[in-house]
């Protein structure tokens, strides 16, 4: 079993831990967006969304591209769809008890 770093994981799973992010990643899930689009489906002012999506790619989980003037933004490979769709599957599973979870245990 491969060692990963502690701290690039918690780095990595950052992505994954505001209800934005989230939201961009669903909107993308099934193709690249530009973020006029992204911004429509997340209900998001520009900078906000933007702010999200460099966020999303510094910790590995988009890839953008430019064309002419937009930019269009994707998920960065197939791993991060399958494991979005895992991410459904477990919480499907756990539902009950991640309604009742305390979120704000200190660290």
Same mark, same amino acid.
Not at 17 to 29: C, E
Not at 68 to 75: A, E, H, N, P
């Given at each position: 079993m491969?060692?990963?770093?502690?701290?690039?994981? @918690?780095?990595?799973?950052?992505?994954?831990?505001?209800?934005?992010?989230?939201?961009?990643?669903?909107s993308?899930?099934?193709?690249?967006?530009?973020?006029?689009?992204?911004?429509?489906? @997340?209900q998001?002012?520009?900078?906000?969304?933007?702010?999200?999506?460099?966020?999303?790619?510094?910790?590995?989980?988009i890839a953008?591209?430019?064309?002419?003037?937009?930019?269009?933004?994707?998920?960065?490979?197939?791993?991060?769809?399958?494991l979005?769709?895992?991410?459904?599957?477990?919480?499907t599973? @756990?539902?009950?008890?991640?309604?009742?979870?305390?979120?704000?245990?200190?660290?």
């Amino acid at each position: 079993m491969q060692t990963v770093d502690l701290d690039l994981k @918690v780095k990595f799973l950052h992505g994954f831990s505001h209800k934005v992010r989230i939201q961009i990643l669903d909107s993308i899930q099934e193709g690249e967006k530009t973020v006029s689009e992204i911004m429509s489906d @997340v209900q998001g002012s520009q900078s906000n969304i933007s702010q999200h999506l460099a966020c999303l790619r510094g910790c590995g989980l988009i890839a953008g591209r430019q064309e002419g003037k937009f930019m269009y933004y994707r998920l960065r490979n197939d791993q991060i769809r399958e494991l979005l769709d895992m991410f459904d599957d477990v919480l499907t599973d @756990v539902e009950s008890d991640v309604i009742t979870c305390e979120s704000d245990v200190a660290e």
